[in-house]
Structure formats: structure tokens, C-alpha cells
């Protein structure tokens, strides 16, 4: 089979640059071990997810790993992301790691079919390069467009928007028993209409694999305290990430930007430090991201409250466009909370009469 190489094309469809020489060279190297049938990517039921080689078009890498790289494709005339892992033959340890690590994923993405979930196409595991494909999302990774906005800009009924779609995805995450254990902004993708999906399940696990997390490779600025210190973990990580996502949100910035990942892990761990909201940060999202990244897992509210309370911020900035300056965080954190105090007052005397 002869590889095809697409122009990397923007979003508005006008070609750009072709692959230089080098990434082309580069990219072949990465791919030369996919041109034959993949081995069969089997899960529940016994269906074979294995990609057909010869319908896969692969086009200019947009992403990088230390382990991986990501590329534009078509496969069967679906515009998808790909995958690519590749196993260093000289460190057998890590080899067995990350393929590991990557029936890990194709296992997850298998069972998940939710609108703020990335959606699986399929795999390919033909060592010492493996391949997943999914679906592709044109707006690119948040973090990606968070980086091109002004400090402190995103507007607060878009942050409200992503936060909720993240949140709804991490909802149906967990109420399938699977942690992300990697939530952060880089594996959150866009859509052109600003869709959410989370993505990048590498090092997700099941509930029924958790202990501890001693020679786990995560991202330490989005880390849980509990986790650098290589305890036992909950889901409450995901949510302490989920925290660090929100601050993302309304600063559009690096969380401890000025440390290095170790420092950061540091300061979180020992110093419980925590990434400075601005002043002007509405008290309904100061009260819900302090909550999230509480140092104790279990005062962290679960992705159902969390919803729960998102959904009411949409509802109560509907009603009145001021909400965000008038709300005043209930000390009991009922979903009265997070209404104005006139509408909780209406609310709460229905409910006694």
C-alpha cells in the first residue's frame, strides 16, 4: 500500500504549507510500521476494532508527546486524529509501559459514547508502533485557545459553557467507573462551535484498579496533592483537576507559571498552595473551584453536584444577566446557593408550602 499525504489544510478549508522535508521524513519514520494489517484490537463481545491500513490517509502531525504524536488523517472519509505511540527498543520496561498504556485506552474509549467524550474509530496495535484513531476536532485543544486569548478576557457565560460541557463529560466518566487521572486543559478539545470533548485516555483506569499511584506519570501542575505523594486516589482527583481547569478558564493562563512542574508539585504537596484567583473572580466560580481543589478528597463535591450547580448558574444568569455580581455562596453549599437570593427565597417557600 502506498501512504497519501494530505496538505495541511486550516479550518476555513485554504491550503497551508505542505510537510517540509524533514517532518515528512520524520513522519514516515513513525508510520513505516503501519503499512500492513493491524493485529486485532478486541473488546467486550469479542468485536474486532482493527483499523483497515489501506482506508487510512495520514496528514500533518498538529500535536507531540514525549511518547506520541498526533496527526490529521481521513479513514474511510471521516476526518480523524491519530495516534501514534512508539515503543523505544532500547528500554523494555517502558516499552511495556506504554503498550500497556495503550490497551488501557483503546479499552476505555471502547465502552464511552457521550457528546462531551471523544469518540473512538478505531486501532491498530502493530509494535513498535501503535495507533488509535479517533474522531477530529477542528477548534483544537483548550489550552491551544486559551493561550491566544488576553489574560483574564474569556468571557463569563463561555467559561460557564465549557465548564459545564467538561463537566457533564466527566459526569458520564465516572458514572462508568473510569477515572481520567490526566484532566487539563491540553486533553480538552473544541469543536468549530465551541463543543467540548474530553479526550487523551492514556492513563485513565477503573475504580476497581485504584491503589497507589507510585510510578505514575501524570501531569503534576493539574495533579492532585494526593496523588503526588503517591497515595491511594478517588475519583476526587478528577476533580481537584477540574479546579485547575476552571482557573484556567477565567485567567486563560498557566497554572504556577512560574515554577518549574517539580516546584509546583512541591508547593501543591507540601505548602498547599494553590493558583491565585484574580480579585475580580465572580464569588459563584471562587466558591465552586475552592471546593474543587480542596486538599481534603473528600470535601471535594462529585461531578454531579457539580453539574447540578453549573446547570443552575446557566439557569440563574438567564434570569438575571447581573447574577454573577449579585450571588452569595450558601455556607451549607445547597443548590440554593447558587441561585440570587430572591429566587432561592421563591424557590425554597414553594417547596414548604
Known amino acids: 500500500m502506498n501512504f497519501q499525504w494530505l496538505k495541511h489544510t486550516s479550518n476555513n478549508g485554504k491550503p497551508e504549507r505542505r510537510l517540509s522535508l524533514r517532518e515528512y521524513r520524520r513522519a514516515i519514520s513513525w508510520s513505516k510500521y503501519l503499512v500492513s494489517s493491524g ?38 472519509q471521516r ?19 506504554l503498550e500497556k498504556q495503550f490497551a488501557s485506552e483503546v479499552v476505555s474509549l471502547l465502552q464511552l459514547q457521550h457528546p462531551n467524550i471523544i469518540t473512538f474509530v478505531a486501532a491498530c496495535k502493530k509494535p513498535p508502533v501503535f495507533c488509535i ?14 493561550h491566544h486569548q488576553e489574560p483574564h478576557s ?60 507510585k510510578g505514575f506519570t501524570g501531569t503534576y501542575r493539574w495533579m492532585a496533592p494526593e496523588m503526588i505523594k503517591e497515595k491511594h486516589h478517588t475519583k476526587k482527583v478528577d476533580v481537584y483537576s477540574f479546579g485547575i481547569v476552571m482557573w484556567e478558564l477565567l485567567t486563560a493562563l498557566t497554572p504556577f507559571e512560574d515554577m518549574t ?28 473551584i475552592s471546593r474543587c481543589w480542596s486538599s481534603n478528597p473528600e470535601k471535594r463535591p462529585h461531578f454531579n453536584e457539580i453539574v ?46
Open 39 to 76: 493485529a486485532e484490537i478486541k473488546g467486550e463481545g469479542e468485536e474486532e476494532w482493527s483499523a483497515d491500513m489501506s482506508q487510512l490517509l495520514i496528514g500533518g502531525k498538529f500535536a507531540s508527546g514525549r511518547h506520541s504524536r498526533i496527526y490529521r488523517g481521513i479513514y474511510k
Open 79 to 97: 476526518d480523524v486524529a491519530i495516534k501514534m505511540i512508539s515503543q523505544p527498543e532500547e528500554d523494555e520496561d517502558l516499552a511495556s509501559f
Open 133 to 146: 484513531i479517533t474522531e477530529y476536532m477542528p477548534g483544537g485543544s483548550l489550552r491551544k485557545y486559551l
Open 154 to 213: 474569556v468571557p463569563l457565560n463561555l467559561v460557564l459553557k465549557l465548564a459545564l460541557e467538561i463537566a457533564r463529560g466527566m459526569k458520564y466518566l465516572h458514572s462508568q467507573g473510569i477515572l481520567h487521572r490526566d484532566l487539563k486543559s491540553e486533553n480538552v478539545l473544541l469543536g468549530d462551535d465551541m463543543s467540548v470533548k474530553v479526550a487523551d485516555f492514556g492513563i485513565s483506569c477503573s475504580e476497581s484498579q485504584l491503589g497507589s499511584t
Open 261 to 288: 512542574p517539580e516546584q509546583a508539585a512541591f508547593a501543591v504537596s507540601q505548602k498547599n498552595a494553590r493558583p491565585p484567583l484574580p480579585p475580580e473572580c465572580p464569588p459563584a466560580f471562587r466558591h465552586l
Open 308 to 353: 447540578s450547580i453549573l446547570e443552575r448558574y446557566v439557569e440563574s444568569l438567564e434570569r438575571d444577566p447581573e447574577f454573577f455580581s449579585s450571588f452569595v455562596p450558601s455556607p451549607n453549599h445547597s443548590i440554593f446557593g447558587c441561585l440570587p437570593k430572591c429566587i432561592a427565597g421563591q424557590r425554597s417557600a414553594s417547596i414548604r408550602a
